[in-house]
């Protein structure tokens, strides 16, 4: 597996941190239309022993998931950056179909162990709730049909998977996060795991993939190792993370601290051959963090990539 980080805030200093603590690859965001930014990130990683395995967040696909007019541009815009990420080297691309908004949350400053910050969700305030993305940070009273979506993600993986293939690209979808059946007017459909087979039926192929986000999975419900072993063979790109609650109601949580069996989570990945990127995703606020990123600031995720260090060693052992 490979160690793999977001880097925010997008320091020297904070790549230097990644580096000392045995952190091979980082994900970044789209910087944009273009080759040259992407190239200059990744000489700026290179300087510190990294590699960039992946892009993920900022995408240009609101108005694909829409199907609206101006579907064609972004596709054409998807398609540049494949082909941009093949001729500088990075293998994954992380993208969801969530309309309207990205991942949302209800509060963002719940205690959790020690007075560290996490978020939640509450679906009874689903109306105060906030899209924790920069590309859908209002929502409009727009409606969107389950239909609609399923048609527009078919018509965007028949426009992108072949090029992805060509390009030695991966497309790896996230789910819904919540998994709801919808969500202030809008049908959500990556919210379980029978949505997760019919996309890999949709457009076979091995561009076609899973980015596996443990705690939205949790969010469903679904028992974390039998699903890595059910869906093993597409999941290419892990998001590991944990929470306490359902999909209604829900808390994040310190990685060694949710209701998932995280070892067993661990050994099921390793059964299943991954061996592909594998970060932390949404750590708690430490004490002088409380002005950053929510879910997306420096040392709770330096605390995560230990307790990974730790499970991945121990199963390998096992």
């Known amino acids: 597996m490979q160690l793999t980080s977001v880097v925010t805030p997008f320091t020297e200093e904070n790549l230097q941190l990644l580096s000392q603590i045995g952190v091979t690859h980082v994900t970044i965001r789209y910087p944009g239309k273009g080759q040259d930014r992407l190239e200059s990130i990744k000489k700026q990683v290179q300087l510190f022993g990294l590699k960039i ?9 609101e108005n694909i998931k829409l199907g609206n007019q ?11 950056l494949l082909q941009n990420m093949h001729r500088v080297g990075i293998p994954f691309l992380c993208y969801n179909f969530m309309a309207g908004t990205d991942w949302v949350r209800t509060k963002l400053d719940e205690r959790e162990r020690g007075g560290a910050l996490v978020t939640r969700f509450d679906v009874d305030q689903a109306e105060q709730a906030v899209s924790l993305s920069e590309t859908t940070p209002q929502q409009d009273s727009n409606t969107i049909s389950s239909e609609q979506l399923w048609n527009n993600l078919e018509r965007f993986l028949e426009e992108l998977v072949p090029v992805a293939e060509d390009c030695q690209v991966t497309l790896a979808m996230h789910p819904d996060d919540p998994p709801l059946d919808s969500f202030m007017g809008k049908a959500r459909i990556m919210n379980c795991v029978e949505s997760f087979e019919k996309l890999m039926k949709m457009v076979p192929s091995p561009a076609n993939a899973i980015c596996f986000c443990q705690g939205t999975f949790a969010e469903m419900g679904v028992d974390i190792p039998g699903t890595i072993h059910q869906l093993g063979q597409h999941i290419k790109y892990v998001h590991f993370r944990d929470i306490k609650g359902t999909r209604e109601h829900f808390v994040e949580t310190f990685h060694d601290n949710g209701a998932t069996d995280m070892y067993s989570a661990i050994k099921a990945y390793q059964q299943v051959g991954f061996t592909g990127p594998i970060r932390p995703d949404h750590v708690p606020q430490f004490v002088g963090e409380e002005a950053g990123e929510p879910g997306y600031t420096m040392l709770g995720r330096l605390h995560a990539f230990g307790y990974m260090q730790g499970l991945i060693q121990a199963a390998s052992h096992e």
């Open 70 to 80: 101006h579907f064609d541009a972004e596709i054409l815009e998807m398609k540049q």
């Open 53 to 61: 395995a992946a892009i993920e967040g900022n995408l240009p696909i």
